[in-house]
């Protein structure tokens, strides 16, 4: 295990349960403990968490009320954890530097996704994660980048793949850079890698790695961090070739079967 800090918490998909696990007899005696040892782990957590507050608003970082919502209406929640999602992405994340870099984070996997290849999902997405000042240039810039890398992959104008192909386009953040934060704007770089290729047989792109920096700088809006410009350099890039390639089948099962992840400090 890594020692480095901060580490970044991922966030799972959230599934149905598959199935309830058998019941045990419970001991009345160990119950009865339980149920003090977690009162008293409550009380403690509360007081901390009073404690911690107060040190975080004297450091100058405010932080959103309970109740407060971002335009979506979703509430924005304190604590390093977004409030749920719009449009596929995570939004509600807090008005901290650790919040700010969640957000760069989730960003950089949505606009990174399969999902800006289509233009219905590509419009909502952008909606979601900008700033309403920025939101208009940002899709103009999304729209003409998208239409270019849709017929180089040989996809049709609504980002389908070709019959029997699998498109693959998914973005993994390693780690991420806060470069400047205030209360209101940040600037934040996030490191990490990208699939992306066409799955099956008879593919004349194979689904292939990249690595890349994406700068972006956010600005306070609406309740949330909110994109306002990005930029992209590659790498650093490590040394490949540890592993043998797996076939494109199994590529394309995969993606079937693993879901996309979000973020969170």
């Given at each position: 295990m890594s020692d480095e800090l901060p580490r970044t918490r991922t966030r799972l998909p959230v599934r149905a349960e598959e199935g309830a696990l058998p019941a045990r007899r419970r001991n009345p005696v160990l119950s009865g403990v339980g149920v003090v040892v977690v009162i008293l782990v409550v009380m403690l957590t509360l007081a901390y968490a009073s404690r911690r507050g107060g040190t975080d608003q004297e450091a100058g970082g405010t932080q959103p009320a309970g109740s407060a919502q971002n335009s979506a209406g979703v509430p924005a929640v304190a604590g390093g954890r977004d409030a749920g999602t719009v449009a596929g992405v995570a939004v509600g994340h807090p008005r901290t530097r650790e919040g700010a870099q969640s957000a760069a984070a989730n960003y950089a996997t949505a606009y990174?996704?399969?999902?800006?290849?289509?233009?219905?999902?590509?419009?909502?997405?952008?909606?979601?994660?900008?700033?309403?000042?920025?939101?208009?240039?940002?899709?103009?810039?999304?729209?003409?980048?998208?239409?270019?890398?849709?017929?180089?992959?040989?996809?049709?104008?609504?980002?389908?793949?070709?019959?029997?192909?699998?498109?693959?386009?998914?973005?993994?953040?390693?780690?991420?850079?806060?470069?400047?934060?205030?209360?209101?704007?940040?600037?934040?770089?996030?490191?990490?890698?990208?699939?992306?290729?066409?799955?099956?047989?008879?593919?004349?792109?194979?689904?292939?790695?990249?690595?890349?920096?994406?700068?972006?700088?956010?600005?306070?809006?609406?309740?949330?961090?909110?994109?306002?410009?990005?930029?992209?350099?590659?790498?650093?890039?490590?040394?490949?070739?540890?592993?043998?390639?797996?076939?494109?089948?199994?590529?394309?099962?995969?993606?079937?079967?693993?879901?996309?992840?979000?973020?969170?400090?």
């Open positions: 990174g996704s399969s999902a800006m290849f289509k233009p219905a999902s590509r419009q909502a997405l952008i909606a979601a994660i900008a700033d309403p000042a920025t939101k208009a240039g940002l899709l103009a810039r999304a729209d003409a980048a998208f239409a270019a890398q849709t017929t180089l992959f040989g996809l049709d104008a609504q980002g389908n793949a070709p019959k029997g192909l699998v498109f693959v386009c998914r973005a993994l953040p390693v780690g991420t850079k806060p470069v400047s934060y205030t209360a209101d704007s940040a600037t934040v770089e996030v490191w990490g890698a990208g699939l992306v290729g066409l799955a099956g047989a008879g593919s004349t792109k194979p689904v292939s790695e990249a690595w890349s920096t994406t700068t972006m700088r956010l600005s306070w809006a609406d309740g949330d961090w909110k994109l306002v410009d990005f930029g992209q350099k590659e790498g650093p890039t490590p040394v490949s070739g540890l592993q043998t390639a797996s076939g494109a089948a199994e590529i394309a099962q995969a993606v079937r079967d693993f879901e996309e992840l979000r973020y969170a400090r």
